[in-house]
């Protein structure tokens, strides 16, 4: 989760009941969580305003996305949210838009950042171009054009001994 006051991610969860009805999670790093602390100032309008925006944007979300159904597996975005499990590999792609900001706010990311797999070495740029080349090289020899093999694997070579 993102911090409510910054983009900082968010370390300390707060949870306010302002009556018996009204209760108010507030997301912070840090810093924020320190100040929003200390202050006794502190405007609670404010932050009051900004959690029904979000809360006003993610209900927004959740009516556009109740209308998006996968054809693969007949899943909707709701069912996502209260599983908290994807139906198939087509979700992904379905529900594209709305899995963003759920995956930034859980991951911090929203591209994969991991470690890779020991056998590509120091240099992944070149074991990535050379993976690359080797597909080429199979739709070419399908293809039935060993000029063009020939080259592609002379490529290969020389980006073995590198």
Not at 19 to 35: L, M, P, T
Not at 74 to 81: E, I, K, L, P, V
Not at 96 to 104: M, V
Request: with cysteine; proline share 2%; hydrophobic share 30%.
């Amino acid at each position: 989760m993102k911090c409510h006051k910054c983009s900082k991610v968010a370390t300390m969860h707060i949870t306010e009941i302002v009556s018996k009805d009204n209760v108010q999670e507030c997301h912070f790093c840090e810093e924020c969580a320190q100040k929003y602390l200390q202050e006794e100032s502190f405007d609670k309008e404010v932050l009051e305003v900004n959690l029904e925006l979000s809360s006003a944007k993610i209900t927004e979300n959740l009516a556009s996305s109740t209308a998006v159904v996968c054809e693969s597996c007949a899943m909707q975005f709701t069912d996502f949210r209260n599983s908290g499990r994807l139906g198939c590999p087509h979700d992904y792609t379905v529900f594209h838009d709305e899995l963003l900001p759920y995956l930034e706010n859980i991951h911090g990311e929203t591209k994969h950042c991991g470690k890779f797999p020991t056998r590509y070495g120091a240099n992944k740029d070149i074991q990535k171009e050379i993976d690359l080349l080797r597909k080429q090289l199979q739709v070419v020899i399908e293809k039935e054009k060993y000029e063009e093999a020939a080259s592609i694997r002379d490529k290969i070579r020389f980006l073995d001994n590198q």
